[in-house]
């Protein structure tokens, strides 16, 4: 039996499988982003999913045929405190936050900003949480008259600046960002500082895909070890921002779902062993967020018709897990992210099929099979549960 050499992670970002046991202290009892896609959209097509698994996950109303599944399923609950982005990958690879990023739902302190406005030598707009394409309609013209960068913030732990293209060169506002992330430390010390970049006119300002993260500096995690063994981490989409850019070898940016999977087809086939880490964000940002059921049922279909590709490119020493981050049910209340469990799909020519893992305690268990398959040395949370999915 050839050994494992490679793994590739690819988070469907915001695709949760239903309300974790303390989802109440989210306001989020009740949310579960798959079965209510399906309840609005009950000819969903998502064959392939169902085919790796997805609809025999505990907790899930899925008709499937349990004879045809081709992969390892189950489903995985969070430690961490919080239900962003940023704790859910860092926990995805290993890293456990007891802490929940802090949040500033009535704005950042007039003191912060007025130390932050020095600092860039600009006033500033805004500073409420709000819908980014909903502020930049409220006072983008105002941007656009005083040169003002426009701040906001959301449900999450981040500090949005939306700035025009044309008023504020990028490379400006990717330098008035990174003074914002030196500086929001300590008990203002927010997941992520975002750049949000826009162009347009009054009626018709639209945000751009010049979007650019700025994260926290994160604890001790699964790429540290993968580099660490000397194998190399492909990061696909924004993982290089969630993780400050650390250990993440080569970096691919993407402004798609479609450019992610096309970037993560192109890694499969010509990258070295270590690991290939991907993030799909158009389920979260494009739909989730927008509370849009169809519009998320319809990007679900598009990642499945993309499966049989995937699955067809793996090497014999590959290993395939499909996973989350977070919910964020379309049809819930508000539009913040929901508290939910997160699906585990494992494939691979070494993996066993129709293995249900059941209910793991940790995103963590992702790391830790990681690192185990790859027989590389680990020192992060989670319990590996490689022994169970390999054939003997």
């Not at 405190?81 to 936050?97: C, P, R, S, V």
């Not at 540290?224 to 250990?247: H, Q, S």
């Not at 997160?342 to 293995?355: D, E, M, T, V």
Request: aromatic content about 8%; charged content about 20%; proline content about 4%.
């Amino acid at each position: 039996m050839a050994e494992i050499r490679r793994v590739i992670i690819i988070v469907l970002d915001s695709v949760g499988i239903g309300s974790l046991p303390d989802a109440s202290m989210y306001g989020d009892d009740g949310s579960h982003t798959l079965q209510h896609i399906i309840e609005n959209v009950p000819d969903l097509r998502i064959s392939n999913l169902l085919k790796m698994g997805l609809g025999c996950i505990e907790g899930n109303k899925i008709p499937s045929d349990g004879h045809s599944i081709i992969a390892a399923f189950g489903r995985a609950a969070e430690q961490s405190a919080g239900k962003d982005t940023t704790t859910g990958h860092w926990e995805i690879a290993g890293a456990i936050l007891e802490k929940p990023f802090p949040v500033f739902p009535n704005g950042f302190p007039d003191t912060f900003m007025q130390a932050f406005e020095s600092r860039i030598g600009r006033k500033t707009i805004g500073n409420y949480a709000a819908s980014g394409t909903k502020i930049i309609d409220e006072l983008g013209q105002q941007h656009i008259e005083t040169g003002k960068p426009i701040v906001y913030t959301s449900a999450d732990s981040v500090f949005q600046i939306a700035m025009h293209e044309e008023i504020i060169p990028l490379e400006e506002q990717y330098g008035i960002c990174n003074e914002a992330r030196k500086m929001l430390v300590g008990e203002l010390a927010v997941g992520r500082v975002i750049a949000r970049p826009f162009n347009g006119k009054q009626g018709q300002f639209y945000r751009t895909a010049a979007r650019k993260d700025f994260s926290l500096e994160p604890p001790y995690n699964l790429l540290d070890a993968v580099t660490a063994a000397g194998l190399v981490v492909n990061g696909i989409g924004k993982i290089y921002d969630i993780f400050g850019g650390r250990n993440v070898n080569h970096s691919h940016p993407t402004k798609s779902n479609t450019e992610g999977i096309s970037k993560t087809l192109e890694m499969i086939q010509n990258s070295g062993e270590g690991l290939i880490f991907t993030n799909l964000v158009d389920f979260d940002m494009l739909y989730g967020h927008r509370r849009d059921p169809k519009g998320y049922a319809s990007c679900l279909e598009a990642f499945d018709r993309e499966i049989p590709a995937i699955v067809e490119a793996l090497k014999t020493e590959d290993l395939l897990i499909i996973t989350a981050d977070h919910g964020n049910d379309p049809t819930w209340k508000g539009t913040d992210h929901t508290r939910e469990y997160i699906p585990i799909l494992a494939f691979g020519h070494q993996i066993k099929r129709n293995y249900n893992l059941g209910t793991r305690q940790s995103f963590a268990d992702i790391a830790a099979t990681t690192a185990e398959a790859l027989k590389i040395s680990y020192s992060g949370k989670g319990t590996s549960f490689y022994s169970y999915i390999k054939n003997k």
